[in-house]
């Protein structure tokens, strides 16, 4: 993992503007779920609406091909946008970098795993809709529900907001972390990203 303790620390309270964009896409995508019925396939709604021009960040057309990481740009506010599908468990800490991750659909059900401000491991049930802010140096992944069956085909789709390129910034988390996921998760924890 990169040394990220020479970054300089980025944490920011996202803009009206940015937590704006985020309602009417998730608004929009609720919309499609419930005009399509027992057909819907999430990742193909997420990418029809992403690809209306109301949604762009920059002129350019952000590139929606391929399973994902699709990258949708940077906002006004220099931030980088993009949208997440992850089959599995990344735990994983940014030290020096805020992050904030708005889930729009699971295949099966999840929650998001962190640590409380007196460093308690929490889960947090994950709706669509809601906002899962990481200050810097939290530790967090999304797991899937724990005490309930995981399909095969789980997986957790989110948009995220990040104020720099996570690659020089995604560190593993400590043994001790990872034994507080251990406790509240029932699992070891993924040896990293």
Same mark, same amino acid.
């Given at each position: 993992?990169?040394? !990220? ?28 779920? #419930?005009? #399509? ?41 220099? &931030? !980088? ?8 468990? +990344? ?6 970098? &805020? ?17 409380? +401000? ?5 889960? +947090?049930?994950?709706?669509? !809709? ?10 967090? =992944? ?29 560190? &593993? ?15 070891? =924890?993924?040896? !990293?990203?």
């Amino acid at each position: 993992m990169p040394d !990220g303790a020479a970054l300089p620390v980025l944490d920011h309270e996202l803009a009206d503007d940015e937590l704006q964009w985020m309602r009417s896409v998730y608004t929009d995508f609720s919309k499609a779920r #419930a005009a #399509a019925g027992a057909g819907f396939n999430p990742k193909e709604a997420l990418r029809a609406i992403l690809a209306r021009p109301e949604y762009h960040l920059s002129a350019a057309a952000p590139d929606l091909s391929g399973p994902g990481p699709w990258r949708l740009g940077q906002n006004r506010h220099g &931030r !980088g946008v993009a949208a997440v599908f992850l089959p599995k468990v +990344e735990l994983h800490t940014h030290i020096a970098s &805020r992050t904030d991750q708005f889930p729009m659909y699971v295949v099966g059900e999840a929650e998001g795993f962190s640590l409380d +401000e007196s460093g308690k491991p929490v889960l +947090e049930p994950v709706v669509g !809709g809601s906002h899962f802010h990481n200050a810097p140096g939290a530790p967090h =992944a999304f797991v899937p529900k724990v005490g309930v069956p995981k399909p095969d085909n789980w997986e957790i789709a989110f948009i995220a907001i990040t104020p720099r390129n996570l690659k020089e910034d995604t560190h &593993r988390v400590s043994d001790e972390v990872r034994a507080l996921y251990k406790q509240v998760v029932g699992q070891d =924890a993924p040896l !990293g990203v």
